[in-house]
């Protein structure tokens, strides 16, 4: 009878580790070994100019539409570090540094966003989902997986990505309900980079947080400071300690900024200040988790000078073995691969046809 | 043998793919405890558990997307859509993401799931529990269209749809869920997907239909025997896509006329891309224009109208009387 | 289901699954036919099953036992009083049917008959309508109307369920065993029952209007009966009627008018067995051509056609003798019918068994028929006192006798009081359907000692050539 | 108990037969197994022995009838065992004190005495029926009146023949089969569309090839014609000869063999074979002669299964002699060739060609032939094309043997012209089994045989 305050299992915790200035909270430290912290910076950094080398070939018109991670590597890094191999990553489309650190190639990356379906070949013994392009549809995929790793008893789990926008899709509510009532080790990780496209988070949802959005579905949720590579992986250790033991599902909500273009086609000035740009570079995850370093006397600035030239030299590689792959690849007639197992006979009378015309084609070049 | 309904045959279809393959889970609205609003799942939570029965919250999104993880995963999910006419919620999914993951993981991944769905009219329901959407799916590249027409092809087709290593649109007419037995063989059987079959032989008109329209086809097929005293072929489609345009194309350049039927609206419809395969591969051997008897390009009405809208025997004989005549 | 409603096409629809229904169900199926049983049970087996001739014949079984360790005292054993445990009693009833009924069940399923639980009700003369099931419509080709009987409420007596008066469904979940019971009625179901629940212990009277009991069986039949009856109840009252009953919380007050003092009583249960109605509402009927007659029973010929073309009925509901082996025959014959075979019900010699103690059986004609049809016969009996096997059995009281075709000397009808009647009267029914004569059962060599031999000695009785009877001079 | 004997299934399809003759009369005491009738199916004419033991109280048939397997031909009286122990003449008279009593009882009066045997109300079922009919219900078991039902006949029409008035099974067959005999001119009225069924199955018989049979012209526009039946073993012939030319692809080799030294041989031995029996023909020695040949080739010996994609080779050689009788052509078989004497074969063929032409010979001593022999030449003529008796793959025929001059080696080598006998051979195959080659190769080996009896004695052992 009586009005009574529903008192709910969770609430809402904000995690920061290391502040802007490279300050640490020494209490929430993780304990991550020196060699693995090296390796995080080694693939923050290569992200980073990896991600400034392709914005450069599009400009160039060497390659096509790309979605740029500048200033989300924490909030990537952090949270795939904690992954085995038998774990699942599924992506959205903006973890190229996740990708990269999951196993994936420059040179694949580079290709498929040459317009090569085949860098988006994901090779055998990695478990990662290709690029999902339709916001938030993605998450449910890992909801499935997690759901096999639950029927065959393993404890493995599954890390799917996405963007505050996604958090207004309905796939992103079904997911998290449906990991929720079956208790499914996912990890779901919002980046909330404040931006979709031109729509800030503040008219996503009137939400104080996304991460408030677990709550409603009965599994925890957690808002990080994603720019803190320390502070998104202590979250999701957490998160991790939970699905492997059969606790379920966790929401981590980064919170970062997209300090480039929405994709290369995308122009930023319309519609946020350049200002509000440069109150986030002071954030830049990259340089805070280089004081951090440094402070654990790991890194110098001689050895980051140098590991620049040994990974733009990486780079470089990739980029021509991608060019030359480029230049092999692209016969029209691979279009008919991968559509079905077996190709049906209406399918087969296609494909005799575009090859037939691929001829004419030549010939008529070839004449004219 | 024992005799079955179709809803029988595919409840026998799902237990033994689930007997023989520990990957084989369902799941959907009300298919546990209910085993299914039409009784299709009837027992298998009994016998399978939870864990391969799945109850899930009511989101059909949510449960095509899951599948489509279940089956990278390597999983076999037979997913149920309560009605076709919701399906159009988890229809991204399908179109998104299971028609082309194997494309996009360049061959890595594929998607083994069957998402299975009622359709159709003819049994009083309410709004949106009576389309024929076949089409909306048919036009997807990568996924199969797979619509039986009865207890027996209903059994062998699921049991092959759970087989294939693609997506499987898996139609089942409401109309014919319990509209007739059929001797079903307790063996396992299996039919090939993308075949038609050959339901009735003749020589004068082919007939081509597919699912629920199967039966006034057959019955209009039988009238015309017996009232003019002509032999129509009657061709069961079967599998909408990949569509087999072998036998039908076969069947019009011996009759040299045909009549299409389906239930779902004409324009767009199956009927369209039968006929342009006719008039790709038999067009010099047609004798008439091809009839279409088809549901009309409205809502389909609710059920005080639906008779008038839904093909029937009658319809099906006055459109080929009238291609005979001509 | 949630949605729509689903109709089913079949060769042959039967409505209702008792015995004259699943037989029916069952032949058509074998005769290749596409069948469905509707039953708004959970199982075949209907009235019989569930609430009629095997429940009351396991507590027969009962009290049959009971009656035995008295008996046994004269040959000297002797038993302790027998203590009555109910719950025990009734879970044993229950599952014998559910044995019976579980086997009608798998029989279906292996013979390709579909068992839909549900009331089924004609919407015109091909299709019908369930409630209750997933399957919302049946359209078929042809149905059977096996919907049965119920027992009759005409005397205006009103049954509550779990109320002290009872009908025979009501008497056979024994709640308790009443102190002083009321029986009305002197039908087979009435003594029957009356029987069960005195051997259990009750004070028993039973009421009945007319003269006498058991109508259409030989009084001579009876006589055996009624002197042993008259020992296990606590009264038989003759011409007696019941003008006023009221019903309370503990008891039954009853005012009687007739051969019974005093006039009004009271009892702590009242049976009432006058008598069943066939079922024929709520099924449509009047939405179909099938015809009811002026006594309520459907209509149905030789062929068990109805009026309306689509539609046969079998069973209680077009009445005759209700009794499951003729809806099981009537059932057979409208399978057969169907799926186009010349079949008919032409039966001679229909048994009717009553399991009382002593039982009461007969075939063919009764002799009372007989007389009353003019028939020229010769009546020949066999008491059997001077039968070995009776006498060992403690059972003498029996007596089998014959109904002969004085002309012919053709064996008509056959009838027998006495312990094991019901196996009995197997080899009359054989005889008279055979159109055997008196001299082929009185040649034909019955085993010694058997009760079997009684027929041999009827027949021989006829034929002068009786061993234990000396022969008329 | 009367008892009909009805036309045994004679195997192998036969399902009809004509009726040559009738050995019986009625009246007579017949034994088990003594011989009743003659009739002359597609296969042979064979004796149709008695099945019981009993009077003959009808015959069904006469000759010329076709019969069909399951038709009543005669009927018995009484049951061996009654009439072995009484003496004749007694149950007669049993019978006859019981019918007067039958017959004195009107129908009113058995009206009043035949009740409704049933307890039950079903009296409002029973249909009114007509008059004459008994009245109430007819003794009879349940089974005879399902009968009777299935039958299509009334119970109260039928005669009784049991006990006071119990009608039985076969009383009831009978009296349908009476209705029935009745009923046919009726219903085999052929109607002007559809050709008669009759005759339908007389042309299938006839040419079983699936061929469409062009219609004939009226031949009675250009004279007089006169039509005969086409039967028995003239159908059979006509059946089985177009059966093989429309099945198998012919090819004959033709050569001619010197049975110079034979015919000697066979003159010397003549008289010794005789009075053993047999008679020692050419056909004697074309058989072992065959056998011979079949066992060095064994695909002459077989048949071709077309459905199984097989040859199927016969590790028997059972030798059919193509036997000219009166009513057409007959192929009595001689089993085991290979593992008989001549002089064997001489008695045996000689008793089977005899029995054949007598047409006592068993239908089963027509069956199983692997090769097939036909000998022309004690008619007469040459070389001739003969047809293969299918299923079999070859069939060797022999013309007259006639003295040539022929050119010979003679001993020291040179050519001569001698005086020969010689016998014209023509070797029919099946070519979808065998080849040219493989003919002059058999006839090779017959002539191996035949020209130098030396060899045949080498045959034989």
Sequence with gaps: ?368 | MAKMTMVQALNLALRQQMEKDDSVVILGEDVGRDGGVFRVTDELLDKFGPERVIDTPLAESGIAGMSIGMAVYGLKPVCEIQFSGFSYFSFHQIESHASRMRWRSQGRFTVPMVLRCPYGGGVRALEHHSESREAFYAHIPGLKMVIPSGPRNARALLASAIQDPDPVIFFEGKALYRAFREEVPEEEETLPLGKSHLAREGKDLTMISYGAMMRPTMEAAEILKEKDGVEAEVIDLMTISPLDDELFTKSVKKTGRAVIVHEAPRSFGAGAEIISRIMEKSFFYLEAPIARVTGYDVVIPLFARENAYLPDAQRITRAARRILSS | MVMGEFTQETDVAVIGGGPGGYAAAFRAADLGLDVILIDDGPRPGGVCLFRGCIPSKAFLHISELLHDTKIAKNMGLTFEKPSIDLDALRKWKNSVVDRLTNGLMKLSERRGVQFIQARARFEDSGTIRLQGSDVTHIKFKHAILASGSRPSTKRGIDFKEGGRVMDSTGALDIPEIPKRLLVVGGGYIALELGSVYASLGSETHVIVRSERLLRGADLDLVRPLQKKLEGLFAGIHFHTEITELKEQNDKVEVTFDGEIEPKSQSFDRVLVAVGREPNTEDLGLENTKVKINKRGFVEADDQQKTADEKIYAIGDVVGGAMLAHKAMKEGKVAAEVIAGKPSEYDVRALPAVVYTDPQVAWTGLTEEKAREDGVEIKVTRFPWKFAGRAITMEAPEGMTKMIIEASSGRLLGMGIVGRDAETLIAEGTLAVEMGALAEDVGLTVHAHPTLSETEGEAAEVFLGSSTHILPKT | MSRSFKLPDLGEGIHEGEIISILVKVGDSVEEGAPIMEVETDKATVEIPSPFTGSIEAIKCEPGDIVHVGDALVIFSGDGAEAEEAPAGKKPEKEAERKPEEAERKPAETEEKKPEAKPEEKKEKVPAKAPEKREGPVPASPATRRLARELGVDLRDIPASGPEGLVTAEDVRSFAEGVKAKEKPAVTEPTEKEAPAEEREVSLALSPTGVAIPELPDFAKWGEVERIPVRSIRKATARQMALAWSQIPHVTSHDSIDVTKLEAFRQKHKAEVEAKGGKLSVTVFALKAAATALRAFPNFNATLDVKAGEIVRKKYYHIGVAAQTGEGLVVPVIRDVDRKSVIELSIELTELVERTRNRKVLIDEMRGGTFTITNVGPLGGGHFNPIINYPEVAIMGMGQARMQAVVINNDEGAHEIAPRLMMPISLTIDHRVLDGADAIAFVNKVKEVLQDPDELLMAMV
Excluded at chain 1, 137 to 159: E, N
């Design chain 1, 1 to 368: 009878m009586p009005r009574t305050e529903i008192e709910l299992p969770y609430h809402i915790d904000y995690i920061s580790v290391l502040d802007e200035n490279g300050e640490l909270d020494k209490g929430l430290e993780p304990d991550i070994p020196d060699d693995e912290l090296l390796k995080i910076h080694r693939y923050m950094f290569l992200g980073r100019l990896f991600d400034a080398q392709i914005l450069s070939l599009q400009r160039q018109g060497r390659i096509g539409t790309f979605a740029p991670t500048k200033g989300q590597e924490a909030s990537q890094l952090g949270a795939v570090s904690i992954m085995r191999d038998s774990d699942w990553f599924v992506p959205s489309f903006r973890e190229a540094v996740a990708f990269l650190w999951r196993g994936a190639t420059m040179e694949g990356i580079l290709l498929a966003y040459a317009g090569f379906s085949e860098g988006n070949k994901i090779p055998e013994g990695q478990n990662n989902l290709p690029v999902a392009v339709p916001v938030g549809s993605q998450t449910l995929h890992a909801v499935g997986i997690a759901y096999g790793m639950k029927y065959r008893k393993k404890d493995d789990l599954a890390m799917v990505f996405f963007g505050d926008g996604a958090t207004s899709e309905g796939d992103f509510h079904e997911a998290l309900n449906f990991a929720g009532v079956f208790q499914l080790p996912v990890i779901f990780v919002c980046q909330n980079n404040h931006w979709a496209i031109s729509v800030p988070r503040k008219n996503q949802t009137r939400a104080q947080t996304l991460a408030q959005k677990a709550l409603a579905y009965g599994i925890p949720g957690v808002q990080v400071d994603g720019n803190d590579a320390l502070a998104v992986r202590v979250a999701a250790q957490e998160a991790e300690k939970r699905a492997r033991s059969g606790e379920g599902p966790t929401l981590i909500e980064c919170v970062t900024y997209r300090m480039s273009v929405h994709t290369t086609a995308d122009d930023p000035k319309r519609y946020r200040t350049d200002e509000e740009v440069g109150e986030w570079a002071k954030r830049d995850p990259l340089e805070r988790f280089q004081k951090y370093l440094k402070t654990k006397k790991l890194l110098t600035d001689k050895k980051i000078a140098s590991l620049e030239e040994e990974l733009k030299a990486e780079i470089q590689e990739s980029v021509k073995a991608a060019e030359k792959k480029m230049k092999e690849l692209g016969d029209p007639m691979d279009m008919f691969s991968h559509v079905m197992a077996d190709t049906p006979p209406a399918l087969e009378a296609q494909k005799e046809e575009l090859a037939r015309d691929l001829k004419d084609s030549a010939r008529e070049a070839d004449n004219g």
